[in-house]
C-alpha cells in the first residue's frame, strides 16, 4: 500500500483517544487500576501547525487539532500485556475545512524482554496534498460530504508477520475520537482482505518488534544515542535516536529518523521526555509532515 507506507510515521504519531487531559511538563497521571494491573500512563495534546514555504515560515496556527499518548500495562510473565496508543487529527472548524486524522493501537503480549505476539490496528485519512499549492488548493476547496481513509491491521509473532491494508470512505466531517469510524474500519477486515506473510529468518524466536514498541523500548533506555528495528506493513525499518543533555525546561530533547530499508526514504522527528520523570510519554512532539508542514504536538494543562 504504497500511500501508507510512505506515511507510516505520520500514522503512528496520530492514534487512540481517552478522554483524559493531562498537566505540560509533569509526569503523566495514574488511573485507578484494578488489582493486577499498572497504571496507564496518558497526556492529551494540543496540535499547532507552521506552514513553510522555502523554508521559511508563512502560516502560524495554535489549536488547529489534537492528540493523545497512553501506555498501560497488565498482567504478569507470559499473561502480560503492553497496549501503545496514538492519537490525533486536525478539527475542521480550526483548519479551513480540511480533516487529517489518524489512529492507531499496538498490543504486545508476553514478557517484555521476549513479547510472543504483537498486534497493530491503524485508520488514517488519504491525504493527496504532495506540495505546498496542493494544500493551498485543499484549503480553499475542500471536499464535501465523504473522506478517503485507509486502514491497516497486522500480527507479528516469531519469525513471521502477517498484514492487510484496504481503502474506504466515511463523512468527511469525522472527528479524530469518533470511535464509530474506528468500528466501521474494524468491520471491513471481517470480510475479505488480501491479507499478505512475510518470513523474517532474523527473528526466529520472537515477533518482529512494532513501531511504538521499538520506540518505548529505546526510549526507556534515555542512552545517548540508540538504535533498533521495525516491522510495519510487511516492511521492515530502522529506527535511530540521538538523546541531547537536558534543557533549561527540564526536558530531554530527543531527535529521531526512521529509514524504510525498502524505499529509503527517511522521516525525521523530535520530541522532549520529562526529565524528571522515567514515562516514555513525551511531553511534546515535532514532526515534518512535509516539506511545507510541520506539526507539533505539545501537551495541555489541566
Not at 270 to 292: K, T
Amino acid at each position: 500500500m504504497r500511500n501508507y507506507s510512505r506515511r507510516g510515521f505520520a500514522a503512528y504519531l496520530l492514534a487512540l483517544l481517552h478522554p483524559r487531559v493531562r498537566a505540560q511538563g509533569t509526569p503523566p497521571q495514574a488511573s485507578q487500576a484494578p488489582s493486577g494491573t499498572t497504571p496507564v500512563a496518558c497526556r492529551t495534546y494540543r496540535c499547532d501547525a507552521v506552514v513553510l514555504f522555502l523554508g521559511m515560515t508563512v502560516f502560524r496556527r495554535a489549536g488547529v487539532g489534537g492528540g493523545e499518548a497512553s501506555l498501560e500495562e497488565t498482567g504478569d510473565g507470559e499473561t502480560r500485556r503492553h497496549t501503545y496508543f496514538f492519537a490525533g487529527g486536525s478539527d475542521p472548524k480550526r483548519a479551513h475545512g480540511l480533516n487529517r486524522l489518524g489512529w492507531i493501537r499496538e498490543t504486545v503480549v508476553g514478557n517484555g524482554a521476549a513479547p510472543s505476539a504483537a498486534d497493530y490496528f491503524g485508520v488514517m485519512t488519504s491525504s493527496p496534498e504532495e506540495s505546498f499549492e496542493h494544500a493551498r488548493k485543499a484549503m480553499d476547496d475542500p471536499v464535501p460530504g465523504r473522506c478517503a481513509f485507509s486502514a491497516v491491521s497486522g500480527r507479528n509473532v516469531a519469525g513471521r508477520s502477517r498484514s492487510a491494508v484496504t481503502h474506504f470512505e466515511y463523512g468527511s466531517t469525522t472527528m479524530w475520537s469518533d470511535r464509530a469510524l474506528i468500528d466501521h474500519a474494524q468491520a471491513i477486515f471481517r470480510g475479505p482482505v488480501d491479507w499478505r506473510e512475510t518470513a523474517w529468518p532474523n527473528s526466529p524466536n520472537q515477533p518482529p518488534p512494532t513501531f511504538l514498541l521499538a520506540l518505548a523500548t529505546s526510549l526507556k533506555q534515555r542512552a545517548k544515542r540508540a538504535a533498533g528495528r521495525y516491522v510495519y506493513n510487511e516492511q521492515e525499518y530502522t529506527l535511530e535516536l540521538d538523546t541531547l543533555p537536558v534543557g533549561k525546561d527540564r526536558l530531554v530533547p530527543v531527535h529521531g529518523k526512521i529509514r524504510n530499508l525498502h524505499t529509503g526514504k527517511e522521516s525525521l522527528f523530535r520530541l522532549w521526555l520529562d526529565a524528571g520523570s522515567p514515562s516514555v510519554v513525551p511531553v511534546r512532539i515535532e514532526y515534518q509532515a512535509r516539506s511545507f508542514l510541520r506539526l507539533t504536538f505539545e501537551a495541555v494543562p489541566v
